[in-house]
């Protein structure tokens, strides 16, 4: 059964930047197309990232682009996303899958990460 432990958010001043970072486990990692999707308080969840199993590829809401990375580690079993230039519309709980990108929103998550871009 996969699992997904997601840390790294937290508050901070529009600007500024943040380090997403997921541990998955019970899945063949290297295997694993993965995303990141994230929930706004009263929306539904979006999609923001995926990443292919070997990096081959990366794709990214129009929103992020140029601002957000993502980027994985196969040995470490490690997801990433490295946040900058943060706006206040990013504030949202961010959440990893191991999905790509036409199933992120269906696939398993964790219990998420909550980011918040405020000043």
């Known amino acids: 059964q996969v699992q997904l432990v997601e840390s790294g958010g937290g508050l901070v001043q529009p600007g500024g930047s943040l380090r997403l970072s997921c541990v998955v486990s019970?899945?063949?990692?290297?295997?694993?197309?993965l995303s990141w999707v994230r929930q706004a308080a009263g929306k539904g969840l979006e999609w923001v990232s995926s990443?292919?199993?070997?990096?081959?590829?990366?794709m990214y809401r129009d929103s992020v682009k140029g601002r957000f990375t993502i980027s994985r580690d196969n040995a470490k079993k490690m997801l990433y996303l490295q946040m900058n230039n943060l706006k206040p519309e990013d504030t949202a709980m961010y959440y990893c899958?191991?999905?790509?990108?036409?199933?992120?929103?269906?696939?398993?998550r964790g219990q998420g990460t909550q980011v918040t871009v405020s000043s």
């Open positions: 899958t191991n999905a790509g990108r036409l199933s992120a929103i269906t696939g398993p």
């Open positions: 990443i292919g199993t070997a990096a081959q590829f990366t």
């Open positions: 019970g899945v063949t990692f290297s295997s694993s197309a």
